[in-house]
């Protein structure tokens, strides 16, 4: 006779499932809480999901967000640390990670983990704008040009990321690639009003005398 599941082994996965739809309402609940600064009740559910899973980072990173977002950017931290001793590879814990250090001060530091989200998710937005806020207080242009080429290798028609790297262009005095940059903004934008004016300015530039320009300098 061919026997199938025993009863408690259909108890316990029965059990197992139920457990993971719960994780995933109070976690769902605690993002949507979030969302709607509703920051007390955000943590109370991802406390409650952290309960039935401790072994998942996405609770101790939704709890870093809601910390971060009190500015108590050193309990953020250690929550993103958490996070990531259970999943090093996770790129929102370490963009979180960032943000927690930034915002404690640690400007370098975090602006060193922003480079290492992009490099598990070159995808991750909130990674790419903290590599350009760090170029221009660090004036690393040359990092921020290699994470936005990387994007918009994946996405080339996005018009934000496009002016940003026109603008990277600009301060590394690469004033050629600034306008070819722009110029492909116009073909899916004609009328993109910043790009329009920082044209103007690659313009005066390229045309700029060179010795006035070193006497200015």
């Given at each position: 006779m061919q026997h199938n599941i025993l009863p408690e082994e259909t108890w316990e996965m029965k059990n197992t499932s139920k457990d993971n739809i719960l994780f995933e309402i109070y976690q769902e609940l605690g993002e949507c809480y979030t969302h709607t600064q509703n920051l007390g009740k955000a943590m109370e559910h991802f406390n409650l999901a952290m309960q039935i899973d401790n072994s998942s980072e996405r609770p101790y990173i939704g709890i870093g967000v809601a910390l971060l977002q009190q500015n108590k950017s050193a309990e953020a931290k250690k929550h993103f640390e958490e996070a990531l001793a259970r999943n090093p590879n996770s790129d929102t814990a370490v963009a979180g990670l960032a943000m927690a250090l930034s915002g404690n001060g640690q400007t370098i530091e975090g602006f060193q983990k922003y480079q290492e989200a992009l490099?598990?998710?070159p995808e991750n937005m909130s990674a790419l704008?903290?590599?350009?806020?760090?170029?221009y207080s660090f004036e690393r242009f040359d990092v921020a040009?290699?994470?936005?080429?990387?994007?918009?290798?994946?996405?080339?028609?996005?018009?934000?990321?496009?002016?940003?790297?026109?603008?990277?262009?600009?301060?590394?005095?690469?004033?050629?690639?600034?306008?070819?940059v722009l110029k492909?903004?116009?073909?899916?934008?004609?009328?993109?009003?910043?790009?329009?004016?920082?044209?103007?300015?690659?313009?005066?530039?390229?045309?700029?005398?060179p010795y006035r320009k070193c006497q200015n300098s």
């Open positions: 490099d598990i998710n704008m903290g590599v350009i806020t760090g170029a040009v290699s994470y936005l080429q990387n994007y918009l290798a994946l996405y080339p028609g996005n018009i934000k990321i496009l002016y940003c790297l026109a603008g990277t262009y600009v301060k590394l005095n690469r004033l050629d690639d600034a306008s070819e492909k903004i116009f073909i899916f934008e004609p009328n993109h009003a910043a790009s329009h004016e920082l044209l103007k300015k690659v313009d005066m530039l390229q045309h700029e005398d």
